[in-house]
Each structure stands twice: as C-alpha cells, then as structure tokens.
C-alpha cells in the first residue's frame, strides 16, 4: 500500500522535475528541447501550485498572458517561444481559466487574478464565438481562420470546466458574466445528452480513453450516472496490473497520463479503491524520482516513447493530490474547494 507520506514525496519529487524544465521566462515545454503548449503548459502550473510553488506557477501564466492572440487564441504548439503548429484549438486556449482558479485557490492573490483577468476573458469569448445553437462548440480554426466544424467529447467537457472556472473568476471579481452560464448549460446538456453531436467529422471518439472518462473527470456526468458510465467500459479500456490504454484497439498501449486522470474521476465518483489500485500499478512506470515515462507497450513490455514529458509529471501530481483526500492542505484547498 502506498501511504500518504509516499505520495507526499512523490508530489514534492515531481514538483522539482517540472520546475527544472521550466524555462527562464516561465515556458514550461515537454522536455528540453521540446515544444509547449497551452493546456499541458498550464496542467504543469497547476501542479506547481499544488507542490507549493507558486512563483514558478505565477510565471507561467504571465508566459501565457504575454503570447496571447489578439482574438483571446494561442496558437496549438510553440517552439522557443515561437508559434510551430498554427492552430488555434478552443480547449488549449480556454484551460487558462482552470489554472487561473487553481492558482487563486491555492495562494489567495486577488491582485494577480485581476491582472490575469482579460487573458482568461478573452479565451472563453474566444471558445464561446464558437458555440453553435445545440450547445457543441467547434474544435477551433485554422492559420487561415476557417473554422474546424467538429466538437469532441473530450475536450468539449474540458471547455464546459473552464467556462465554469471562468464564471467563478467572475464573481469572485464582481463582474457579470452570465452568459457564459448560459453557454455551459448548452454545453452539458449537449454532452450528457446528445452525444450524436461529437465526433461527427470522422473521429473515431468511442476508440479513446479519453472520451470516455473526461465526462466525469470534469464533471459535466457525475454521480451515480458518473460512476456507472465508469464501470460500463472499465473493461475495454483497463488492463489488470498496468493502467488504462490510450485507444481500446490493438496494439494496446497503456499511457501513465490517462490512467492518472482516470484516477482523477475515480476519485469524483467515490471509486477511491479502484483509484488506488490504479496509482499501484502505474507507479511502476516511474524512472527517477518525479519522472515518468509516458506509457508501455502491451504485450511487447516496451516502453513507447522513450519520453519523460513534464504533463506526465503534472498529471501524477494532481491524481496524487486527490488520492490524499484531507492530509494535505493545499490539495484539500483544490480538491474540496474546486466545484464550490
């Protein structure tokens, strides 16, 4: 069994690994040498934060504030700083509203929340231009502005819990953003319900762990409906012994990241022993201390790819941090204190 001081150290250990990546100006890429973007940029913020380092945090947002497109966008991926791949996805510009809620959870700074506040404005607006009027919203646009017609589950419950993070900025800031109330009740009533809207331009959806189970880690499905749309697929997507492939089909390959973030919806749902049993068995995937590799090879036993990205870290940070459930103040602030 892992215990509480285990995790702990775990938590701390992978703190330092991301921290050691982050470039000076704050950019937080995959690896040295590698490209950033957005959404694991932010991912490994909100980690830091939760590590207790919450000046690393601070300058990564600011990294972001300081890239943002002018229509509220970033761009899909950078290279040193600069744009390499020229997309602008709704879900990796809006995640900036998550982070930012973490980060005011986590330190209290007023101060830096309204200076981050018209970056995390200007995101959600962006997302929600793209709302269509059965409540999906499209995937983003390309180097030419032409819009991407197709919304996915995954990242489509991943926007609706950064416009919910958005309207919690708000009001904590005074300011009346009801309409993006609105534009997330469309939203989860869209993904909860009509289901036939997503992956509809050829995206094999149901083949992906991640539409399966980003429903309930964001909490658009929760409950008792959560916890049983869990066990419906749980045998498709987990391995006894490994963790939770990436794509059900063959050849199988067991990712750390998305059976952390499964723990994670575990956790929403009560399922706090099956999410334990998960950490057990992906822990074996760590190589030092707060690096891990991003997946392995079923039945070969191969470790693919040969990468120790940051988000992999990041991803086993918050998953741990949940696993703690009150022995740790800052998690407890997050976690207890995140769908309020």
């Given amino acids: 069994m892992i215990t509480s001081v285990n995790i ?11 921290a050691r990546h982050q470039r000076p100006n704050g950019d937080i890429p995959w690896y040295d040498g590698g490209k950033t973007d957005p959404w694991d940029h932010t991912e490994c913020a909100i980690a830091l934060d939760l590590c207790g380092r919450h000046a690393e945090a601070k300058k990564a947002y600011l990294w972001l504030r300081g890239i943002q497109n002018p229509d509220g966008s970033w ?40 200076h981050m506040w018209p970056a995390v404005e200007k995101a959600l607006e962006f997302a929600v231009k793209l709302q269509q009027p059965t ?4 995937w983003g646009r390309d180097l030419e502005d032409a819009v991407w017609e197709e919304a996915l589950t995954a ?11 958005g309207v919690r900025i708000a009001k ?39 539409s399966w189970f980003y429903p309930v880690l964001t909490g658009v499905v929760n409950g008792n409906r959560g916890k049983d749309h869990l066990l419906s697929r749980w045998d498709d997507f987990v391995i006894d012994n490994r963790g939770c492939k990436c794509v059900v089909e063959e050849p199988w390959w067991v990712t750390v990241a998305e059976t952390a973030e499964l723990m994670m919806a575990l956790i929403r749902v009560g399922e706090r022993d099956r999410a334990q049993q998960l950490f057990e068995w992906i822990i074996k995937l760590q190589d030092e201390p707060g690096s891990f590799w991003a997946g392995i090879k079923i039945p070969e036993e191969m470790i693919w790819p040969e990468d120790k990205p940051t988000w992999v870290s990041a991803a086993m940070v918050i998953a741990a941090s949940a696993q703690l459930d009150g022995s740790n103040k800052l998690a407890d602030v997050l976690w207890g204190k995140f769908d309020k």
Avoid at 135 to 138: K, Q, S, T, V, Y
């Fill in 8 to 18: 702990q150290e775990l938590i701390d250990r992978s703190g330092d690994f991301i």
């Fill in 172 to 210: 904590e800031l005074g300011i009346d953003k009801s309409g993006w109330e609105t534009a997330s009740d469309k939203l989860a009533e869209a993904l909860r319900d009509h289901p036939e809207l997503f992956g509809r331009g050829g995206y094999a959806e149901l083949e992906y762990a991640v």
């Fill in 155 to 165: 990242a489509s419950s991943c926007i609706w819990l950064s416009l919910r993070s």
């Fill in 135 to 138: 409540g999906e919203i499209h």
């Fill in 75 to 114: 761009w899909y991926s950078y290279m040193d700083g600069q744009p390499n791949e020229m997309a602008k996805d709704t879900n990796y510009s809006t995640y900036i509203a998550v982070g930012m809620w973490c980060h005011y959870l986590a330190t209290g700074d007023r101060d830096f929340l309204e």
